[in-house]
């Protein structure tokens, strides 16, 4: 069981890129997911995130630019972030504590990805 990114890379200033977070393995359901990032010489920090009943909170930086989804059939979790700013730059990192069909319930992080917006 494990959480695997994809969609990073470098963009320029104003542009948009998705984000997909594949949890893989015998995974019977996620019951909650978030994305964070950190940034060069700063702490991690909570980006989105659903929280149980399918209700999401942003980081005020990011309200209005960045949404998360998640598609229950395929098991992943997307970040669509468009108007991206230099200051986005960062490792982004997917998080989610999901329940396999052992009924095992834990939390999981994926191995994080790059995400670099030019000026």
């Known amino acids: 069981v494990q959480l695997v990114e994809s969609g990073g890379g470098l963009v320029q200033n104003g542009e948009s890129l998705r984000l997909s977070c594949a949890a893989s393995?015998?995974?019977?359901?996620?019951?909650?997911a978030a994305w964070y990032r950190q940034a060069p010489g700063k702490q991690r920090e909570l980006v989105a995130s659903f929280t149980s009943g399918d209700n999401t909170n942003y980081a005020d930086s990011v309200k209005g630019r960045f949404t998360i989804s998640r598609d229950n059939a395929k098991k992943t979790i997307v970040l669509q972030m468009s108007s991206l700013k230099p200051e986005d730059t960062a490792v982004y990192y997917c998080?989610?504590?999901?329940?396999?069909?052992?009924?095992?319930?834990?939390?999981?992080w994926g191995q994080g990805i790059q995400v670099t917006v030019s000026s």
């Open positions: 998080n989610a504590v999901v329940t396999d069909l052992l009924l095992i319930t834990q939390a999981l």
């Open positions: 393995g015998s995974i019977l359901r996620i019951n909650t």
